[in-house]
């Protein structure tokens, strides 16, 4: 039985993203996101004018809900040290990394979104080298702390699920005080 009612187009991308991070990139197909939706093409059709547009707003839609949002969220904080702990808190408590790797892997061989992937984490490693440049650090202790932070939150997905929401930011908190002490 088909759904009745029309589904956003944000309702799409959060499905398709899911599919990406638990199924796969092979799964990522017209065919399997109108079975998964309980719908017909021409609901997909009603949002997406092609897969390549599909495919750009996906990108796009990851990119403002996994990050530009957050960094604008995080602009009124100024204190670095406190913005940089917030945001990590916010990255665990909402899981905003389970979508990378995946992403990162697609955006790999699907050309139409490689550029917009690479743009988006080179952004966030942008935003990351201000923040510990704010916080006092340069050179190659900057750098490493910027790597240490983008390599760890995009495995932090995979890496604690088992712990409680208290035991993640408690690790959180070792993590920030880590990375913010000379």
């Given at each position: ?24 990139a092979r799964k990522l197909t017209i065919d399997h996101l ?34 530009q949002s957050l960094v604008k969220e995080l602009g009124s ?54 923040v510990f440049r704010e916080i006092g650090f340069k050179g ?43």
């Amino acid at each position: 039985m088909k759904n009745k009612h029309r589904l956003s187009k944000e309702a799409w991308l959060e499905k398709s993203l899911e599919i990406l991070a638990v199924e796969g990139a092979r799964k990522l197909t017209i065919d399997h996101l109108v079975k998964a939706m309980g719908v017909t093409k021409g609901s997909f059709y009603w949002h997406f004018k092609t897969r390549a547009d599909f495919i750009i707003c996906l990108v796009e839609y990851w990119a403002d809900t996994h990050t530009q949002s957050l960094v604008k969220e995080l602009g009124s904080i100024s204190d670095p040290a406190k913005r940089l702990l917030k945001l990590m808190q916010i990255l665990s408590e909402k899981n905003h990394s389970q979508f990378d790797i995946s992403i990162m892997n697609w955006g790999e061989y699907e050309s139409v979104a490689k550029k917009k992937v690479q743009a988006v984490f080179d952004a966030r490693m942008e935003f990351l080298r201000s923040v510990f440049r704010e916080i006092g650090f340069k050179g190659d202790e900057l750098e490493m702390r910027v790597h240490t932070m983008v390599f760890f939150q995009t495995l932090e997905c995979c890496q604690y699920t088992k712990l409680s929401k208290a035991n993640r930011l408690d690790y959180v908190k070792l993590r920030h005080k880590m990375l913010i002490t000379p």
